[in-house]
């Protein structure tokens, strides 16, 4: 049972420059979760999705879209990085909904945008 | 809009020493957690409080919830060094997302 996974788990990219972050869950657990942690801050919600093929918008959404076509699968993705989306983002999951249940959450990705 | 305010944001002790954490939030949640994080690590649940006057305890550290004082303390019971970590609260708020405070980042020196 791995849990949570993410990939890549370090990332370097030029401003404008797309990528995808990948995570991967097996624990059948229908709320999954993008969050970034950037210094001195607690973390903020990107988007959230509530169930394969759904998502919403979190606190912070702009410059990322996120897809979820399988229920262990949720895919962030920037079209055009900025310096500002420098940061570690992490992805979570719950079996119910976040206001009733515990998230767990993957390693991390390290992403740092030149 | 919910705010959620830890403090200490930065807690240097010695072993053997009792502490408390402080989360206070600033409108209506019936729901509190609190998550570990060590350095360059992932979050680890800890606790979840869910009503008031909830207390919850596992060893050394004990959490306990006043939701008519919107808030919530983290209690370190005779610290070790192993307890050193980013301590998290985070609130739900009407959304059901959480809301999270920027964190406690604990020092515990031999």
């Known amino acids: 049972n791995a849990g949570v996974t993410q990939t890549p788990k370090f990332r370097v990219l030029k401003t404008g420059q797309s990528m995808t972050l990948l995570c991967a869950q097996d624990?059948?657990?229908?709320?999954m979760y993008w969050y970034r942690q950037d210094p001195g801050m607690g973390l903020r919600l990107i988007h959230y999705s509530v169930g394969e093929g759904t998502t919403a918008k979190g606190e912070v959404p702009d410059g990322y879209n996120v897809s979820r076509l399988k229920k262990q699968n949720f895919l962030l993705g920037l079209e055009s990085a900025a310096p500002s989306q420098t940061s570690v983002y992490f992805c979570?999951?719950?079996?119910?909904?976040?206001?009733?249940?515990?998230?767990?959450f993957g390693p991390g990705t390290r992403l740092t945008v030149l | 809009e919910l705010k959620v305010e830890q403090n200490p944001l930065f807690l240097s002790m010695q072993e053997g020493k009792n502490y408390t954490i402080y989360c206070n939030y600033s409108t209506t949640s019936d729901r509190l957690y609190w998550y570990r994080q060590d350095p360059g690590k992932s979050l680890e649940s800890l606790f979840v409080?869910?009503?008031n006057g909830a207390v919850k305890q596992e060893g050394r550290l004990m959490a306990s919830l006043d939701t008519k004082a919107r808030l919530s303390t983290l209690h370190i019971t005779a610290a070790v060094h192993d307890l050193s970590a980013t301590y998290f609260c985070?609130?739900?708020?009407?959304?059901?997302?959480?809301?999270w405070g920027a964190g406690t980042k604990l020092i515990i020196k031999p």
């Open positions: 409080l869910l009503s």
């Open positions: 985070a609130v739900s708020d009407s959304n059901y997302q959480l809301i």
């Open positions: 979570a999951s719950s079996y119910f909904s976040v206001g009733t249940d515990t998230q767990y």
């Open positions: 624990m059948n657990h229908e709320y």
